[in-house]
């Protein structure tokens, strides 16, 4: 099994910067996709970003492109969100998320993920 665990999150002013952590358990996690996605009160759980297993080849929701940034330490066992330029918008609970070893479909789709982490809150004051 996996477990997620992520970090970072927390009470900042628009404009400023974050910096989430997802940290994973097991020596197999560089051969894992990993997702971000986010969940405001009422909204319905978003897609943020994603990265390959190699680190290769990320992808970004519109809505952050520009200002968010995905990265990933496999000898860590580490995924990376930067966030900058933070929009009150943005408030929401931020999950890390891994598929099963052999997924498939789009890794901008919550139903590819089998393993979730418990969340971090990112708020973000105007």
């Known amino acids: 099994q996996v477990q997620l665990e992520e970090s970072g999150g927390g009470l900042v002013q628009a404009g400023e910067s974050l910096r989430l952590s997802c940290e994973a358990s097991g020596r197999a996690f560089s051969y894992y996709t990993i997702g971000w996605f986010r969940q405001a009160p009422g909204n319905e759980r978003e897609f943020v970003a994603a990265i390959t297993w190699n680190g290769g080849t990320s992808y970004y929701a519109d809505s952050v492109k520009g200002r968010f940034a995905i990265s990933r330490d496999n000898v860590r066992n580490t995924v990376f969100l930067q966030m900058n330029s933070l929009k009150p918008e943005d408030t929401a609970v931020y999950y890390c998320?891994?598929?099963?070893?052999?997924?498939?479909?789009?890794?901008?789709?919550?139903?590819?993920?089998?393993?979730w982490g418990q969340g971090t809150q990112v708020t973000v004051s105007s």
């Open positions: 998320a891994a598929p099963l070893k052999f997924a498939q479909g789009s890794t901008t789709q919550e139903t590819y993920y089998k393993f």
